[in-house]
């Protein structure tokens, strides 16, 4: 069958890949449009196979709230050019839409299950966007969240998805003061809600280098476990919400600001794109160059 531009066209409408590599294809499978798109797929896996050894620590988190239900997810790229790229915008939304509907238990989980629950799988949509993008794409992690029908989400994003954060305050559903607690976790993070939280064996171990700085400082051993227990305060409000002073109000702690609201906290999640992942060494001249080459 002879290849006509206008099946090119739709080949390319229906895969978004280029038209040579849509001709290409329906030369192989002589103009068999199903076959075309099988034949393209496997071709975007091959591609995609290629860059599974890259680095991919940049990239975008991203969050989605629907009812009582909301997702927090990170998902990671080669580059930060990558993140505010339209098709890569639009995974983001395709992901968020399937994790909070489909609430997966693990990332493992969610890349088996039928994207929205029919077609392809979520896998076979990133690997079919890694051919299209260009550059090595993750489905890194995702936190699923519920609340209940009185309480409150807080969703933030930082610097176009660098930092992302979800809250959820009990005894109010003013999500203004929930995102205000949000954008609070975004400047300051902290690694707790409450006091409560800190296992007694990080606080006993901090209790003893403080014990032991104040003797090294030469105090006498008489005043040194309340000067400890003083400074256990400054320690509780350097990794506890509860216990820093508001970003957007520094004379009222975080507590006093909820407690306003009749609100208490129940829980916050932080993500920062990358954190703990290997950086690449690459300098800015050589990255715009790799787009360049792509």
């Known amino acids: 069958m002879a290849v006509t531009a206008k099946m090119v066209k739709e080949l390319r409408e229906k895969t978004g890949a280029g038209m040579m590599d849509c001709k290409k294809a329906l030369t192989e499978v002589d103009g068999d449009m199903e076959k075309a798109i099988e034949w393209l797929r496997e071709k975007g896996i091959s591609k995609a196979q290629k860059k599974q050894d890259r680095i991919a620590a940049e990239g975008s988190t991203f969050i989605e709230v629907d009812g009582n239900t909301a997702v927090i997810f990170e998902v990671n790229a080669e580059t930060d050019f990558v993140a505010k790229n339209d098709q890569f915008k639009n995974l983001l939304q395709e992901l968020a839409t399937h994790l909070v509907k489909q609430k997966p238990a693990t990332v493992e989980e969610a890349l088996e299950q039928k994207l929205h629950g029919e077609g392809e799988t979520v896998n076979d949509f990133i690997t079919t966007n890694i051919a299209k993008i260009g550059e090595k794409i993750t489905l890194r992690r995702f936190t699923i969240v519920d609340k209940g029908d009185n309480d409150a989400f807080g969703a933030y994003l930082h610097m176009g998805g660098r930092i992302a954060v979800l809250s959820v305050l009990e005894g109010t559903t003013e999500e203004a003061v929930a995102k205000d607690v949000a954008m609070h976790v975004a400047a300051v993070n902290p690694r707790y809600a409450t006091r409560e939280e800190v296992s007694a064996e990080e606080v006993n171990q901090e209790r003893e280098v403080l014990k032991k700085e104040a003797l090294n400082e030469g105090k006498p051993e008489n005043i040194v476990e309340k000067m400890v227990e003083g400074r ?43 954190e703990g992942l290997e950086k690449r060494e690459e300098n800015f001249a050589e990255e715009v160059m790799n787009q360049v080459n792509k």
């Open 232 to 274: 256990l305060g400054k320690f509780f409000e350097g990794i506890v919400l509860l216990e820093q002073s508001f970003v957007k109000d520094p004379d009222k702690k975080v507590k006093q600001f909820v407690q306003e609201h009749n609100a208490t906290v129940k829980t916050f999640v932080r993500y920062e794109v990358g």
